[in-house]
């Protein structure tokens, strides 16, 4: 016995809503065109159609003083749409393509025009200024004589010189602005002025005991007893415990860099090993999955931009060539580790100076405004 409930029957397959409509309009199709052909036989001077004699009685004089009307058919270029008639008529479903279908809509709406989309990635090009990533005159091998002992924690001077956080945020694509916009009126809505205000700042609490607390555990020194022991147990220190397991050989925390030829700051959370290679770590919170790097929107640039700076400033012995966004969860699942290799950093450093150079285009002109 099959599925339908009896020997020998076959299921049939129930057609869908799209079927159903697309069969309707050909039927309509067809009967349009075929009443359209018709009316033409009849109107037309190339055909004649010999009427039943028959006698008609009337008491109105209305038939014999009415005009003929002109049939607007009868202007129709019937040549010119003869292969549309013919092909709405000669139309069998088996014989559906792709191909059947691109004919019939350049025979409705005419040839599709075709034309390619602006290449946007291709027009930004390479950047005017290029600055190389990497120190030649910096060794990547480890010295012991010259790495520091402990891992160093240089403060950030604040000063004209534009922040890492500053430039990406100033130059941030009208995409990536529409959809920041457009959370922020949606938490508004939900959490009010207030409410909205409250929770941004409960955020940059918890990212900054987040970052406490992972300093305390990387520090040689550590600083346990004198934090609060909690801030260890949290759900975003348990979310990367897999990924410190990893994580050897600290030489900075909570560091600042900057560039000198490139004139930019910036405040790196960590440089350390990380499975055997050195990174400049980034640490991240997030209330949803980023399982990939394109899910980190600009954090690869963040990342390289610290990377460029430190391989250039004379405060830094030592070169580093990788980078590693970890992005926590408050609930404690596992983080999602993004490494960055040399070549993947070359490629955001790119990025990275399109943006410096966009920045700086910005400021001149704000700066020309201002004085006119």
Not at 135 to 161: C, G, H, T, Y
Not at 196 to 211: I, R
Not at 277 to 299: G, M
Request: proline content about 6%; aromatic content about 10%; charged content about 25%.
């Amino acid at each position: 016995m099959d599925e339908a409930g009896g020997p020998g029957k076959q299921k049939l397959k129930r057609p869908s809503t799209l079927q159903v409509y697309q069969r309707e309009v050909k039927k309509s199709l067809k009967m349009k065109v075929f009443q359209t052909i018709c009316r033409q036989l009849q109107s037309s001077k190339r055909f004649f159609v010999e009427a039943a004699p028959c006698v008609v009685f009337s008491t109105s004089s209305y038939l014999r003083g009415r005009k003929k009307r002109v049939n607007p058919y009868e202007q129709v270029d019937q040549e010119k749409y003869s292969d549309l008639v013919r092909s709405v008529l000669s139309f069998r479903d088996h014989a559906r393509t792709p191909q059947t279908l691109f004919e019939e809509d350049a025979l409705l709406y005419g040839p599709v025009s075709k034309s390619k989309a602006p290449k946007q990635e291709e027009e930004a090009g390479v950047p005017q200024n290029w600055f190389p990533l990497f120190n030649p005159e910096k060794s990547i091998k480890p010295n012991p004589a010259r790495d520091p002992p402990v891992p160093l924690k240089i403060p950030l001077q604040r000063n004209s010189i534009p922040s890492v956080t500053r430039v990406l945020q100033q130059t941030m694509t009208s995409e990536q602005t529409f959809y920041l916009e457009k959370w922020r009126q949606r938490m508004i809505l939900e959490l009010g002025e207030d409410g909205f205000a409250e929770y941004t700042s409960n955020m940059f609490l918890q990212g900054k005991q987040f970052h406490g607390a992972l300093e305390s555990i990387l520090s040689p020194q550590g600083n346990l007893k004198e934090r609060d022991e909690s801030l260890l147990e949290s759900g975003y220190v348990q979310s990367v415990q897999h990924v410190l397991k990893d994580i050897s050989g600290v030489r900075a925390l909570e560091s600042a860099v900057k560039h000198e030829t490139l004139q930019y700051v910036g405040l790196l959370d960590c440089v350390a090993d990380y499975q055997g290679k050195l990174c400049v770590i980034d640490w991240k919170t997030s209330e949803k999955p980023k399982p990939f790097i394109r899910n980190t929107f600009d954090n690869p640039l963040q990342v390289v931009a610290y990377v460029g700076a430190l391989n250039h400033d004379t405060n830094y012995s030592f070169q580093v060539q990788c980078g590693l966004i970890v992005v926590a969860y408050k609930n404690g699942s596992p983080a999602h580790p993004h490494f960055m290799d040399a070549e993947l950093c070359s490629q955001y450093w790119a990025k990275w100076l399109l943006r410096l150079e966009e920045y700086t285009k910005k400021e001149k002109s704000q700066n020309i405004q201002k004085l006119d």
